[in-house]
């Protein structure tokens, strides 16, 4: 053939791919997320997320510090909270002496360098299941930022590093920002849930957390799957109100709308590539399905190549080991 122009040159060997990639993913752009639990040594797999446990006070720690030493940074925490600590007011969320306060502390202690991310919303704690509080039959929007805005404050006071809001409440971000400046944590730092959707996807979480709203679904404050010029709607607002990240969740069913974002941002924008992601893979690379790793580094570049400048994944421990 007669061809002057032959893309297949950019790809003939290795060291060519290397230099052209578009795309890079590294450790620093990974957060590993976690769930702690109460009792010092449990050790417990996530049926429904095989590799994924839920760690005590000490072996969570223990475990932390060998992500730190494979070269993770930044690490997101979510506590398992027994039934009978859950309340209707969410008690456990804005409580000094919980486990989870124990937990943030303890881990500043072995790992100051580390960052040290919590989520912001009172489903662990909440009897109903919500991320917000229950008032006859209905998610209230006011009263639960009143108790987001003091547990971001409490968390901060333990050595949270960035405070992340995933409830999806209106105008949270602003009174997070408020409540933390005025007791003096104006270094804390606010990564937002912005567009975070009524997805499917977050099954498994709610295995490991046993926190499924007890009735009906969270519609009237996720967002809606089937719309994206509303992402940008919420990502403008959290910015104008003081989000130093933005975040899209889930990823992997929402490139699209990660690229949008990223476009349209002027703060960094984060992704989540979420347990029902991470479940897809490593289930149908049990079954033989499908080659785990190849499978799950090629979906973290597909985040990246959307436009995600940070990752949050459950492949992060195991990318350690691959990268
Ligand atoms: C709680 C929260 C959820 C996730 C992160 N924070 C679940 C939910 O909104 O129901 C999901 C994370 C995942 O699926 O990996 N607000």
Do not use: C
Request: glycine share 6%; net charge neutral; charged share 25%.
């Amino acid at each position: 053939m007669d061809l002057k122009i032959r893309p297949r040159r950019n790809r003939k060997s290795d060291s060519v791919r290397e230099s052209l990639a578009e795309t890079s993913l590294s450790l620093n752009k990974l957060i590993y997320p976690i769930f702690i639990a109460e009792d010092a040594n449990l050790k417990q797999e996530i049926r429904t997320m095989p590799g994924q446990h839920r760690w005590g006070q000490k072996s969570g720690l223990s475990h932390l510090q060998d992500a730190w030493k494979a070269g993770l940074r930044q690490f997101a925490v979510f506590p398992v909270v027994p039934e009978a600590q859950k309340d209707k007011k969410a008690s456990g969320a804005t409580d000094p002496d919980h486990f989870l306060i124990r937990f943030f502390k303890d881990f500043k202690n072995a790992l100051p360098e580390a960052t040290l991310i919590s989520d912001i919303a009172l489903d662990p704690f909440n009897s109903d299941g919500h991320d917000g509080l229950v008032r006859d039959g209905l998610i209230v929007n006011d009263a639960s930022v009143d108790v987001l805005a003091k547990m971001a404050v409490v968390h901060a006071s333990a050595g949270v590093d960035w405070v992340a809001p995933s409830d999806m409440m209106d105008g949270r971000i602003g009174a997070v920002r408020k409540a933390l400046d005025e007791a003096g944590h104006e270094d804390t730092s606010i990564l937002a849930y912005s567009a975070k959707y009524a997805s499917a996807f977050y099954g498994p979480f709610r295995d490991a957390l046993d926190s499924a709203p007890r009735f009906g679904d969270k519609k009237t404050y996720q967002m809606d799957p089937r719309n994206s010029r509303e992402a940008l709607r919420e990502t403008r607002l959290d910015i104008q109100q003081g989000a130093d990240i933005v975040m899209v969740k889930p990823a992997l069913a929402y490139l699209d709308v990660i690229q949008r974002v990223k476009r349209f941002s002027e703060v960094p924008v984060a992704a989540y590539n979420v347990s029902g992601e991470y479940a897809m893979i490593k289930l149908a690379a049990q079954a033989g399905a499908l080659d785990e790793k190849r499978a799950a580094l090629e979906s973290l570049i597909a985040i990246r190549r959307a436009g995600a400048d940070v990752i949050l994944s459950y492949w992060a421990f195991q990318a350690a080991d691959w990268l």
